[in-house]
């Protein structure tokens, strides 16, 4: 299946919309899912509450997790997914404004792919956004999607 899926878990309706313009900028056309909070962003990967019924074997290529979220915190996301069968390959690049050196240090402790801090220029956040799609849409090599038995599902 060629469905390349990014989840965005973003609260920003600000850092939503400019993350939106910079995937149409530099024409990455791949469908965007937007979670609100980090427990919307569970209960999509795990086919809960409003997601109920969602064909989990479907997986994202790439989550894109702010770490300051409501309801669930990106650390709690993080160790959430990284803890379960099914997520624990998903790659995962958190992109956060976060400055905090503890922050960069428990991502990459609890299972990030990588950590990118949002630049606040549009244009080179524009280029963060392209070399991110290059890389984790084209490039990049993603695990098989996992059963919640740990067995292989092909996609």
Not at 77 to 103: F, G, H, M, Y
């Amino acid at each position: 299946m060629d469905k390349k899926i990014i989840l965005l878990v973003e609260d920003n309706p600000d850092d939503v919309e400019l993350t939106m313009r910079a995937l149409k900028k530099n024409n990455i056309q791949n469908e965007v899912v937007v979670a609100r909070d980090g427990a919307e962003a569970l209960e999509y990967l795990f086919g809960e509450g409003k997601y109920t019924g969602r064909n989990t074997s479907v997986m994202p290529q790439i989550v894109l997790l702010d770490l300051k979220l409501p309801k669930v915190n990106g650390l709690e996301v993080l160790q959430r997914l990284r803890a379960d069968s099914r997520t624990r390959l998903l790659p995962i690049v958190i992109l956060t404004s976060s400055k905090e050196e503890q922050d960069l240090i428990s991502g990459y402790s609890l299972g990030a792919n990588s950590y990118i801090r949002k630049p606040v220029d549009f244009n080179q956040f524009s280029e963060a956004v392209r070399q991110l799609g290059l890389y984790w849409l084209l490039l990049n090599e993603p695990p098989p999607v996992q059963k919640a038995s740990g067995a292989k599902v092909k996609v």
